[in-house]
């Protein structure tokens, strides 16, 4: 087919948000959700390293579109560099024509050509259709979370975090990426988690009042945070979309938790839910379900020296649902 791949801008960008709207709108506005996407390219990680794309077509026709990511990460040991595809979608009038397979080799060529050693694909659709590109399945469970909440407020003080936290933050993830030994895992630098919070932050800021609201906080211990939690609230469901703990049982998350369910404490008990990397368990939690994520994550290697070699295991993934960009 005659036609290319262009970085997505002006009308060609406004007519994939409009395409794109009734699926991913996630109860904003279409002035909103355009807000949403331009803003999330413009922090300075959206900057550098998130691009949406579009395959059009020799008239300048849209045949389908994706987002492109420039991740690091590390795989058996050793970094890698990680092509992210994500938000594959075809225009409803132009499926079942292969034009999103087309945009899918595409993208993996210039993977290939760019150099990156693996290719990481996000998708709500399941994993079955992506299974013809060479990728698999990455094991990651969503569970649902019961507190150990007793009368009266526990003895932690918590406060909101900022700014300046998140360069601890990101000490937090690397050690512990680098001493529980998982096979895999995303480098998350400073400016990956300031990312990951602002997204949230903006789609709660472009949504309707009170349909979500950011949930931040940090625990100190001698005057630098030692734990912190990031969760997206919607009515009496929480998403804890990451944390991190110094204290290698994550004991001060769950308390921190235990502060913020006593602060409502009509709400019931299992009110939040989370990807928890293995063996992350807080010592006042207990997993009340365990339930198949709604977004599925695929990887496969670009690169023959990047075999991904066996397959990974649940217990070999470093992975929170922050980081689903």
Known sequence: MDARVVAAAGEILEQILDETYPVWNEGL????????????????????????????????????TAKRYDLCGRLDGRPVRVFGIGAVFTPPSLRRRGLAADLMERLLE?????????????????????????????PVEQ???????????PAMPVRAGDDDDVRFLAEMHKARADASGWRFALERDADFIRFSIARKRLLAGFGPPGLRQLEYFVVDEGERPAAYAVLLRTHDVRMLCECGDRDPSGARVGALLQALLARAP?????????????????PQVDLRQIEPPALTMMIRPVREDAAIDPPLLPEDVMYWLGDVV
Do not use: M
């Open 29 to 64: 506005t279409r002035e909103n959700y355009g807000r949403f996407n331009v803003a999330q390219r413009k922090t300075p990680w959206g900057t550098a390293h998130l691009q949406r794309v579009a395959l059009v077509s020799s008239d300048g026709r849209l045949l389908s």
């Open 110 to 138: 210039a993977a290939a050509q760019e150099g990156y050693d693996l290719a990481l694909l996000f998708s709500a659709i399941g994993p079955a259709y992506y299974r013809r590109f060479g990728f698999q399945a990455i």
């Open 143 to 153: 569970v649902s979370i019961d507190l150990l909440v007793r009368p009266g407020s």
């Open 266 to 282: 009509a709400a019931p008990a299992h009110l939040v839910r989370a990807w928890l990397p293995p063996g992350f368990r807080p």
